[in-house]
């Protein structure tokens, strides 16, 4: 199985381990491939939304794998402790609102969490949150850029510049052309907006973080 560069990106920040959960599965691609490569021996596959974990079932039926489905709301799902816990492609409100809502199976988890937006509002979280980010990387499927990383229970403190762009994040040509294409879209969106704090801020980030990387 010959995984998309986003959920490939994702399978290699899974560490090997016996036990695996992908929460917010929807296809049920990246379990799979974690068991048909032997990166983890079991796998849980959850989702919000049953026609969702459908979709997955009917992947791993074809597939002849097996997994711990459930349809719940986050961790809820999880019927043991998990040693890596995948939480990806939902917005960045919502992987805090999970981790919230169940912190006992995160803190002892591997999270691999990639979300769509508000990358800064969830490396904020886990940094008051006793977490710590371990690795981070981006990846990038055409146009779109895709911050993601994974954190472990810890303590860190983060700059500005590395709340929104991420400290040990891998210095790859993804990472280069993301940083471009951000850079771009802020400076035309602070020419529509010249009062908007919070862009200028992201922009005033990646410059330093541009610095780290020459
Ligand atoms: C865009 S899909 C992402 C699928 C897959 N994780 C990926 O990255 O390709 C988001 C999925 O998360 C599910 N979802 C959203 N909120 C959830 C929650 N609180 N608990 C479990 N699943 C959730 C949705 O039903 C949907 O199937």
Redesign the pocket.
């Given at each position: 199985m010959k995984l998309s560069p986003?959920?490939a990106a994702?399978a290699g920040l899974v560490p090997p381990c016996g036990y695996a959960a992908?929460?917010?599965?929807?296809?049920g691609?990246?379990p799979a491939f974690l068991l048909e490569n032997g990166i983890c021996r079991g796998v849980a596959v959850?989702?919000?939304?049953a026609p969702?974990l459908e979709k997955a079932k009917d992947l791993f039926r074809r597939r002849g794998l097996s997994a711990d489905f459930a349809a719940?709301?986050?961790l809820k799902?999880l019927s043991r402790p998990a040693d890596a816990i995948?939480?990806?492609?939902?917005g960045g409100q919502?992987i805090i609102?999970?981790l919230k809502a169940d912190p006992a199976p995160a803190r002892s988890a591997v999270l691999v969490l990639?979300p769509?937006k508000n990358a800064r509002e969830l490396r904020l979280f886990l940094t008051g949150n006793g977490f710590e980010i371990t690795r981070e990387r981006v990846a990038r499927e055409g146009r779109r850029f895709y911050q993601m990383f994974a954190a472990r229970a810890g303590e860190q403190t983060l700059s500005e510049a590395e709340l929104w762009f991420g400290r040990h994040t891998e210095n790859t040509p993804e990472l280069s052309a993301f940083l471009d294409a951000r850079e771009q879209k802020l400076r035309n969106d602070i020419r529509r907006a010249p009062g908007n704090l919070r862009l200028r801020a992201e922009l005033s980030a990646l410059c330093e973080v541009r610095t780290w990387l020459t």
């Open positions: 986003r959920l994702l992908d929460i917010g599965s929807d296809h691609l990246l959850t989702d919000l939304s969702s719940a709301d986050g799902g995948v939480i990806a492609g939902m919502e609102r999970i990639q769509m």
